[in-house]
C-alpha cells in the first residue's frame, strides 16, 4: 500500500494457538508447591477437588510444555481472537520519541478485556465435569463480567462477589454481569461467615479482593454443585493467557520487528503473563534478549516492596497458601480505581520468575497512570482501563527513556482492557478528585507480622 | 481448520476500501434540491460555504460513482477497519432458526460505532480547509464522540450541543467526549437565540437532535473560523459510511454466502445507509435481489408513517430544507433511550430510495428493541447500543419469519455500535422502567401543518 503505514497486525481465525503455553517446563527452578491452610503440608489434588475440577488442577501442576487448547474453547475464541497487535503512531508521534511503540489490545474481547481467555476456559471444564454453578469474586469488574458471559455461554450459574468499592463506582459493570443472568453482591457480604467477620471487625470497609475471594471459596467449598472460579494468580489462570504472547510473537513477526522491552500492569499477574510467558521461554532459550516489566500500583506494590513468602489466596485464610511477593493477606489496599490491581499477593509464577531474574518491576501512582491514559486515548482514540494505565505509563516512560538516550527502541505492551465502564474515574481524575498514595507502610508491616511462619 | 467454525471473517488493512461509493451515480431518478430557507429556491454551494468546507460541500451534490478516500483519513480508518464480519452461530442456535445471520459489526471502532468513519473524514477536510473549530450536535453522545475524537486527532477545537435527555441519561459519554478536550453543552441551551426560543417556550423539554442542530449550526454561521459538521442526513456523510457495505459485500463473498435479507436501523439514516448503498448499487444494475429493511422506532416513525415533503433539518429552521420522509421539523420525539434515532426526519437519500421502492421499512417499540439486545448479548457477548437493537430485532424477526416458513434465508444486519455508555438503559429495561410509546399522532399532525408549502 504505497504511502499507507501498517498500524494493525492481524491474524485470521486459523492463526488462533492450538495450546497454551506453559513456561514451568521451561523454567530451571520448580515452583514451590501450595500449603494446605491447616496442616502446612505440601497439597494434594484431593485438596482442591471441592474447588476446581479435575482438568485445571491437572492444569495447575502440569509441567507440560504445550497444553491443547479445547476446540469448543476456540471457537469462541473466534469471536475476538487473534486479537489485534497494533502499532502506536500517534503516540510515538505525541511523544516525539524514536522508540516503536506497539500494544497488544484485549479490549476487543466481548467483555472488553483479557479476562475472558480464561473464564471461557473455565467455564468450559466445568461444563464438561458437571459443575451447575460457579462462584467468583471480582474487582473492577472486568473479570466478573468475563465470568458471567462464559458462564451464559455454557449454560451456568454464575455468582459473583464484588469488591465493594468497585460495586459502588461501577454500577454499570454490575448491569452488564446481570444483563448475563449472574447474580452479583457486594463484599464484604453478610451472605457469608468471611464477610460477617469482616463487616464485624470493619464495618465500614471498601472491601478487597483477598477478601471477595474468601467468601466465594466458602460459597464453594459448602455446596457440592457450585465450584469456584478466580480470574488470576494461579497457574492454570495465568496459562490461559498465553494466546495473547503466543498471538503477538506472530504478529510482531509480521510487523517486522522484535521488541527490546516488553511491558505489562500487574495486579495478580495475569494479563502481563499471558503477554511476557511465551517471551520468558524464549529468553530462557537464549532467542530473545528483552527486558521484561512489570508495572504496578505504588498503592498495592506486592513485586517492588512485598517479600517472597508464602501466604493465603485471601483475607479468610480459607484458600491454600503459595509462595508469591505478598503484602500480607490481611491488609486492604487503598480504594483506587485500579480495581484489579487491588490484590495483596503476586501471582506465584510471576513471583518465582522475578526471583529468578526474568523480569523486572516498578510502580506507579494513580495520578501518573491517569496522566498516562489521557495522553493514550487522546493519540489512540482507545480509553484504557485504569489498570490498562499503569502498562501504558509504564510504555511512555520507556519510551521517553529512549527519547532521552536517543535510542530506537520497540517497545510492546498489552493493553488489558478499555476503560468504558470506568469513565466515573476519568471524570474523577480530570476533576481533580483523585490522589496519590504514599506506600502504606505501616499496615503492610501490621499484616506480615501476621503471615505463618513456613520455611 | 477441521471442526471448527469459521465465525469472523475478516479482511486486511489492505482491503480497506479506496474509494467511497456514491449510489447516486446508478439511481434512475435524482433526488429533489435542497431549497433554500428564506427563499425556498434550490440552494448553490455558496450558500453552503458557511457551514461545510468545500469538499464536502461538492461530494453533497456529487454523481461520481466513486470518491476517492484520501489516504490521511484511510491511515486512520487503519485502526479498525475493515471492520469484523461476524456469523452470529450462538444466536441462531437460540433462535432455533434454519437462516444465517451474519452481522457487521462496527462497534470496534475506538469511538464504539459507525460514526467515526465519517467524523474522521470531516475533521480531515475541515483541516485541510483551515477551519480552527467544528460545531455539532449529538444524541445518545456517539456522534459528539467520534467528532470530538477526530478532533483530537487532526488539532481541532469541537464543540459538542448534546441533546438534554441524552446528556442527563449519559454522563459518561460526555465524559468520554471531554476527555478528547471537547466543550459538551446540554441542549437546548441558553448560549444560542434557537436554544433560547425553544426554552422560553418548553422549560422542560427533553431537548432533540433537530434543536441541538439549530444550535450548532447557529454558532458555525455567526464564526468565519467555526464550521458546521453534521453525523447524518446528508449524502456526504452517508457516502463516508458506505465503506461499511463495500467491506461487508467482500466478506460475505469470503463466507461464501449472499444475503436475501439486508436490515439496518435508522435514526438519520447513515449506519443503514452505509451498509445498504453498496447493495442497491448491485440490485439497480440486477446482480443483488435482496430485500432491503430499514428497522425505526415506532415513537419516531419517520419512513413508516411520514409524509415525503419538503422540510428542514433542524426545528429552529436556519438550516436548508430537504425533500425526505418527516414527522415535521418541530415535532419532539418521546424520550427513548435509543438516543440517535430521535430525529424528525429521514436522510433524503433513503427516503428517496423508500419512494423508488428499492428498500422498505418497518418500526419496533422500545421493550421490543431491549429484548432483542438482551437475547443478543447473552448468545454473542457484545451489548449493543439501544439504537442497534432496532437492528437486531429486526434481524430475529427475520430469523423467525425464516424458521415460520422453513426457509434456510441468509440475514445480513449492521451493528451499528456498542451499549458499554448506554447500560443505565439496559439497567431501567431490566427494573420494568421503560415503556413503549404509541405513535405520536396528534403532535406529529401538529407538526406537520407547520410545514411551508413547497411544490
Known amino acids: 500500500m504505497p504511502g499507507m503505514q501498517t498500524i494493525q497486525f492481524n491474524l485470521p481465525q486459523e492463526r488462533i494457538p492450538r495450546a497454551w503455553y506453559n513456561v514451568l517446563a521451561d523454567l530451571a527452578e520448580p515452583m514451590a508447591p501450595p500449603l494446605h491452610p491447616g496442616t502446612l503440608k505440601p497439597i494434594g489434588p484431593d485438596d482442591l477437588a471441592p474447588l476446581f475440577p479435575i482438568a485445571l488442577i491437572q492444569q495447575e501442576v502440569s509441567t507440560e510444555r504445550e497444553i491443547e487448547i479445547p476446540e469448543p474453547v476456540r471457537q469462541i475464541y473466534a469471536q475476538w481472537r487473534p486479537s489485534p497487535l497494533f502499532r502506536a ?74 469488591v465493594r468499592v468497585s460495586y459502588n463506582q461501577k454500577p454499570y459493570r454490575r448491569a452488564l454481569m446481570e444483563t448475563f443472568g449472574a447474580s452479583v453482591t457486594a463484599s464484604p457480604s453478610t451472605e457469608t461467615g468471611a464477610g460477617r467477620a469482616i463487616l464485624a471487625e470493619h464495618p465500614d470497609t471498601n472491601g478487597s479482593l483477598g477478601i471477595a475471594i474468601s467468601e466465594a471459596v466458602e460459597v464453594a467449598a459448602k455446596d457440592p454443585e457450585t465450584k469456584y472460579a478466580l480470574g488470576s494468580v494461579l497457574n492454570h489462570v495465568l496459562l490461559h493467557q498465553t494466546v495473547i504472547g503466543l498471538e503477538a510473537m506472530e504478529q510482531m513477526a509480521l510487523a517486522g520487528d522484535e521488541p527490546d522491552v516488553i511491558v505489562g500492569c500487574t495486579g495478580g499477574g495475569s494479563n502481563f503473563a499471558g503477554l511476557v510467558m511465551p517471551y520468558i521461554g524464549q529468553k530462557i532459550k537464549g532467542k530473545c534478549d528483552a527486558r521484561v516489566v512489570a508495572v504496578e500500583p505504588t498503592a498495592c506494590p506486592s513485586l517492588t516492596k512485598g517479600p517472597f513468602k508464602y501466604d493465603f489466596g485471601d483475607t479468610g485464610h480459607l484458600t491454600p497458601l503459595v509462595k508469591m511477593h505478598t503484602l500480607g493477606s490481611t491488609f486492604i489496599p487503598p480504594g483506587i480505581h485500579a480495581g484489579g490491581l487491588r490484590y495483596h499477593g503476586m501471582a506465584p509464577l510471576v513471583s518465582h520468575v522475578l526471583e529468578m531474574g526474568l523480569i523486572e518491576a516498578t510502580s506507579v501512582q494513580q495520578l501518573e497512570a491517569f496522566a498516562a491514559g489521557v495522553q493514550f486515548v487522546r493519540a489512540e482514540g482507545i480509553i484504557p482501563a485504569p489498570e490498562a494505565n499503569h502498562a501504558v505509563a509504564g510504555a511512555i516512560k520507556e519510551a521517553l527513556a529512549a527519547k532521552e538516550e536517543g535510542k530506537a527502541r520497540t517497545i510492546l505492551f498489552n493493553l488489558s482492557g478499555h476503560g468504558h465502564f470506568d469513565m466515573q474515574s476519568y471524570i474523577d481524575y480530570q476533576a481533580g478528585k483523585l490522589q496519590n498514595y504514599d506506600y502504606p507502610e505501616e499496615e503492610i508491616a501490621m499484616a506480615l507480622a501476621g503471615l505463618p511462619a513456613v520455611e
Open 89 to 162: 503512531r500517534r503516540l510515538e508521534k505525541a511523544l516525539d520519541t524514536p522508540a516503536k511503540i506497539y500494544y497488544k489490545y484485549e479490549g476487543v474481547s466481548p467483555a472488553g478485556s483479557h479476562k475472558l481467555n480464561t473464564a471461557v476456559a473455565q467455564a468450559y471444564y466445568n461444563k464438561v465435569e458437571g459443575t451447575r454453578r460457579l462462584a467468583t469474586e471480582t474487582g473492577a469488574g472486568q473479570w466478573g463480567s468475563s465470568l458471567a458471559m462464559a458462564c451464559a455461554f455454557f449454560g451456568l450459574e454464575c455468582k459473583v462477589y464484588m
